[in-house]
């Protein structure tokens, strides 16, 4: 306790563990969020967490922690729509529109309920700033689940991306792997909903890894890059939420997207690599 | 070779796509050291078979059984350059084999050259190239090649082709091989399937474009011109028209 009595002195504590939870939070999900990016799944983290707003109105009405619906609904979503067959309309498609009736469905359910309405933006666009020590530990738990299980199937995961067809006919792949990537994307949707919101978390799912992609020359760099500039977009983002006095969530969404330019610019003007 | 158990073998697959049938009744099997080659026309089932065999897409019915812990090599008919991932040729073949096995891979396809260039940025060739190194860097017991040479100029097709049977001899692997090109097809295959959504004909190349079934498939002409050339080739090379009638038993045309 010493420590975060000391950083009470220098800044405000709701402060502090907003800084330490979204850095923890993108610590993780850069990283992941490479394995979104490519393998092309963007669409359906973005789904994933618009049911995510289903998952807490569900929750609440059912008298359940929003968490804990949250990552059920996100992680259901999740499994069945990896499996969405292709048909004569897109899976992307599908899988796009499935998301958006889950959002409107959340907000309705939502809405509906007096004591959670004023709370409404929260759900959407995240509420970092009242992030408890609970809270924050929550959300370490789960990056360090994530880092830990990234490092443990980094071989199989890589394989999928490069190609899917090599590694499930190789059998260097198999459902595990596949299962596991999905509840990881929808465990850190989960907790990233209390951070960004449901609208805002797949940004720090694609943008950290979009920006450290031209600093890269292998995917261990990639991974790395992205760990780096969506845990350093938290404090960014929260330091400019205070000075400007504008909304945190967004704020380090901003940053995010402010790194993905510098890194692009700079990756150019110092002889871009790839 | 009968008594040695196959690496792979399907029984009677049939497949269908959209209410189309892709595959009826089609079985095959590859044993080790055996070079088996699948022909046929567009839209004549070869992929769908391989895709099918690797266990890629489900089979209506039909058996499939591969031996225990088979190793396989797998070179897929598609394969996007991501441009996403950043990745060396080296870094890629590292992916699936140690260190020293990828260069020796990269090396053995004349692809040494290519280490440290980023996959996205190779050329058709030099991909075909990469990806064959890839696949026999772990030492596959079974290679499975699905027309695994688009982009590669004609001189260098040939080239490939003896390269894969001389890795046959070396590391003793099966093949499992589709391929349009049949003149190529033709020189090195020990045994050539000919599908068109059902096992045409079956056995070795020269039996294979004698049957009237081949010519109905091809066109007389086609298979006129592969009967002299196959018959040219055994001339030409006797130790590898020696080595097909020692491995050919049991696999007469179907």
Known sequence: MRLSECAANAMDDFLWRAGTGGALLGAAAGPLGCFVLWRRMAYLGESVAHMGLLGAGLGLLLGFAPLTGVTATALVAALVMARAPGGPIPVSAFVGMVGHVGLALGFVLLASMETVRADLLGYLFGDVLALSATDV??????????????????RSWLALAVSADIARAERRAGKLHEIAFLALVAAIVAVGLRVVGALLIVALILIPPAAARPLARTPEGMAGWAAAIAAASAPLGLAAAYWKDIPAGPSIVLAAAGLFVVASIGARAFGGRA | MDWIAPLISATDLSLTAGGTAILS????????????????????????????????????????????GLKIGYVPQHFARDRSIPMTVGGFVQLFATAGAARAALDRVGASGLERRQISSLSGGELARALLARAIAGQPELLVLDEPLAGVDIAGE?????????????????????????????????????????????????????????????????????????????????????????????????
């Open chain 2, 25 to 68: 009744s089609v079985s095959l099997s590859v044993r080790a050291g055996e070079i088996v080659t699948v022909i046929g026309p567009n839209g004549s089932g070869k992929t769908s078979l391989l895709r099918a065999l690797m266990g890629l897409v489900p089979v209506d019915a039909g058996e499939i059984a591969r031996k225990p």
């Open chain 1, 137 to 154: 530990v929550i959300v370490g738990a789960t990056a360090v689940l994530t880092l830990t299980t990234l490092a443990l199937f980094w």
């Open chain 2, 158 to 254: 040939a080239a490939l082709y003896r390269l894969i049977a001389e890795i046959r001899d070396e590391i003793g692997c099966g093949v499992l091989l589709v391929s349009h090109d049949l003149h190529v097809v033709m020189a090195q295959a020990d045994r050539v399937v000919c599908l068109n959504g059902h096992v045409c004909c079956e056995g070795k190349a020269d039996k294979v474009v004698s049957d009237p079934a081949f010519a109905a498939l091809f066109g007389s002409r086609i298979a006129g011109e592969l009967a002299l050339y196959v018959h040219r080739h055994d001339h030409s090379h006797p130790h590898a028209a020696s080595r097909e009638t020692l491995e050919m038993k049991g696999s007469a045309p179907g």
